[in-house]
């Protein structure tokens, strides 16, 4: 490859420049078809493997087979659906053939759809029959319906010998990437069986380095993880490898939709014939493999090569040096690649499933990653230290990628770390850091919000909580603005090693903060007060599709519990939507407003809670801080009572303390649990009960539980971490 890169009269640029592509420093990522990150990421290592790494087989025949079978669905809707069966059939002579079309639900009884005689000739042999299900149980994704799907069967029969059969499992659903223009610009939303679904969920990454070490298992534990925090969507991103049919499978039976990218991850594509010839025919191999699966739901041509060429330094410094002629043929092989070439295969083999040509993109109509056309990436919140407020200034119309990083748990960092070395700025844990400078701006950004952590498991617990706070004040910031906004995927849902980086659950498998935070701030009903120019607006975003009645209650308390202003109000809740039901004026809630003092003490000693209540109980909670972490009076370690016993299922942990915890993180040392709830405010004086299930024994349970609290983790002067 290097002396073909060096024939060329120019060396495209490459995200993996930096890294090197030979002895040279050419990069060669640019002109190879295999996983981008290999090259090196800036969440992980640089593994440019080579060879067979999927199981490959010899099939052999005379006579004939069916080569696909494909359920195209041409119409629709919850009263019928239209479907056309297509079989491609390899003949090795010429015959009169019988086929026999079924289909059934999983798990029902076979429906005869009928049967058609076609001469076959010698070759391929592309056969279309209709099919109407009447009624059909549709796919739907999680939270708006059952995840239906069918079996259907094809069989060949040559006089009465069954010469081929081939099977297909999918479901059946409409599919839609609404894109009109509308008072805020342009749409960007995901219409399924007619129903506008906000996308809630996070971006993916390769489930490992060396990817033939991911198991069913390893699927299965990330996207079940997904869906128990209400996420109906994960970005499979460009950077990566198409992932195995069972990762579809396992999406389909959960309910989750796939943003499939084809594997361009940042870099310039050549625009030589053999190469964009090449990478169609994957395409094409790719969406056949691919196009049972209801999951997916939109095909996107790359990530970020499109807003890479427009906005980064590297592709400016690549323009300036080389004529005008060679930029514009650079540009030109892009829009060969991505406008015709994908687009077209997606066209001619995923109808319905729609295109967008890049994330984030406009479609080519104006510059890409605006708030008011197309999906967005937005990074001056981590990569500029910009605060973390700044979400708020924008309102884009699909946010696809956001992140703030934090380190892994301790026991994690254990499984790569000495003792010696639980340092950050230490040689390892530099290493396992591939941000350049990140444990360093997660340090610069906790010094902005929280006390000083007092020891190095302290600065990790701190970086949890951290992380899990600044995606939670972006997300709720995206549902609040739903219609304007239609989806919220941050980055990034797993890792690929041991390594502090944007996930949220790490290489293990183990739960972050920020994946428990998101099983609450993705809940399908979710309170959300958002605090500004002196005042508290109350919002209630809903994705169910059915109105509601609750109450919206709302409590200012001090930090050991007492109640200094209260207000209820009666609310009825329309399906699928957003908007204000409380305000509260500061002026109410603090003592003698006039003194500002006084309101300053105030803020710095009290906290509201925002509770949607239902029959006396609280559907969604969620609190509000008048100052910065770090200026509020917080009591200093408070006494958390905890009482552990068995159940039927597992264990039940039961919490209280006098004074508010903030943050409580619960953990067993190195036994692995489950648990159904942590890094939780703890109100004053209300109990709060954590189911748990582990195999361990009770007793050795109570022997290593610990709890921590915000407080816990501070320093009470400066200490090296």
């Known amino acids: 490859m290097p002396p073909y890169v060096k024939s060329q009269r120019y060396v495209l640029p490459a995200i993996s420049t930096q890294n090197g592509g030979n002895e040279e420093n050419i990069a060669t990522a640019p002109y190879t078809r295999k996983a981008p990150c290999q090259y090196g990421w800036d969440w992980g290592p640089r593994f440019v493997t080579e060879g067979i790494w999927r199981p490959i087989r010899v099939e052999t025949w005379d006579s004939f087979r069916i080569e696909n079978f494909h359920i195209h669905p041409e119409r629709v809707t919850k009263d019928l659906a239209k479907v056309a069966v297509e079989v491609e059939v390899e003949a090795g002579q010429p015959a009169t053939a019988t086929i026999v079309f079924t289909h059934e639900e999983l798990g029902g009884m076979p429906v005869n759809d009928g049967t058609q005689t076609v001469p076959l000739d ?21 939270g708006y319906g059952a995840q239906d799907r069918y079996h259907f069967t094809a069989s060949v029969r040559v006089g009465k010998t069954l010469v081929a059969h081939s099977e297909v499992k999918t479901g059946l659903r409409s599919v839609q990437l609404r894109r009109v223009a509308d008072e805020w610009g342009k749409s960007f939303e995901f219409v399924i069986n007619g129903i506008p679904v906000f996308a809630k969920g996070a971006d993916m990454i390769p489930f490992d380095s060396f990817p033939t070490r991911v198991t069913a298992g390893n699927y299965r534990k990330i996207l079940e993880s997904a869906g128990d925090a209400h996420m109906n969507m994960v970005r499979e991103w460009g950077g990566g490898h198409y992932e195995s049919d069972v990762f ?3 999406a389909d039976e959960l309910g989750i939709m796939v943003w499939q990218e084809f594997m361009f991850g940042g870099d310039m594509v050549p625009g030589d014939v053999a190469f964009q010839e090449n990478v169609r025919q994957e395409a094409v191999d790719q969406i056949k493999r691919l196009r049972e699966h ?6 996107c041509g790359n990530n970020e090569v499109e807003t890479g060429w427009l906005h980064w330094g590297d592709r400016q410094e690549f323009r300036d040096a080389v004529p005008r002629p060679v930029s514009e043929r650079v540009w030109q092989d892009y829009m060969v690649m991505f406008a015709d070439n994908l687009k077209s295969a997606v066209h001619d083999y995923a109808d319905p499933v729609p295109y967008t040509p890049s994330s984030p993109s406009a479609n080519f109509e104006e510059p890409p990653d605006q708030d008011h056309n197309g999906d967005m990436h937005f990074w001056s919140v981590w990569h500029a230290l910009a605060p973390p407020t700044d979400y708020l200034k924008v309102k884009p119309r699909f946010m696809s990628e956001f992140g703030f990083q934090s380190f892994p748990e301790v026991r994690t960092i254990s499984s790569f770390a000495k003792p010696e070395d639980l340092d950050i700025r230490s040689t390892v844990m530099q290493a396992h850091q591939k941000n350049h400078g990140g444990n360093e701006r997660i340090l610069t950004y906790m010094l902005r919000e929280y006390r000083e952590p007092k020891d190095f498991a302290s600065f990790v617990y701190l970086s949890q909580v951290q992380q899990a706070e600044v995606i939670k004040l ?6 609040r603005n739903r219609p304007r906004t239609m989806g919220s995927l941050y980055w990034q849902l797993n890792d690929c090693w041991p390594v502090s980086s ?11 903060a920020l994946q428990y935070y998101a099983r609450r701030f993705y809940d399908d009903v979710l309170i959300s007060p958002y605090v500004h120019d002196g005042k508290v607006d109350i919002f209630v975003v809903s994705d169910k599709l059915q109105p509601f009645s609750d109450k919206v209650h709302a409590r200012l308390l001090d930090f050991s519990g007492n109640v200094l202003f209260e207000k209820t109000q009666d609310v009825q809740i329309p399906a699928a939507s957003s908007a204000i039901y409380l305000t509260l ?7 003698d407003p006039s003194d500002q003092d006084s309101a300053k003490i105030g803020r710095r000693s009290s906290f509201l809670v925002a509770d949607m209540e239902v029959d006396g109980k609280s559907r969604s909670r969620n609190l509000a801080f008048f100052d910065v972490t770090h200026n ?3 009591p200093m370690t408070p006494s958390v009572e905890s009482n552990l016993v068995k159940t039927p299922d597992g264990y039940a942990l039961t919490l209280q303390s006098p004074a508010l915890a903030r943050s409580v993180y619960i953990s067993f040392g190195d036994i692995d649990v489950q648990l159904s709830d942590n890094y939780f405010d703890l109100l004053p004086k209300e109990s709060a009960t954590v189911n748990i299930k582990t195999a361990a024994p009770l007793e050795q349970l109570r022997r290593v539980l610990k709890i921590v609290s915000l407080t816990d983790a501070s320093a009470s002067r400066a200490v090296s971490y």
């Open 585 to 591: 004026d500061e002026k109410e809630m603090f003592v």
């Open 294 to 299: 209801p999951s997916i739901v939109v095909w």
């Open 474 to 479: 972006g997300a709720e910031h995206l549902r």
């Open 122 to 142: 010698a070759g391929t042999n592309h056969i279309s029959f209709p099919i109407r299900v009447a009624s059909p149980k549709l796919w739907y994704p999680l």
């Open 248 to 250: 579809y499978d396992i």
């Open 632 to 634: 509020l009076e917080l």
């Open 502 to 512: 944007w996930a949220s659950i790490d290489y293990f498998g183990r739960w972050k």
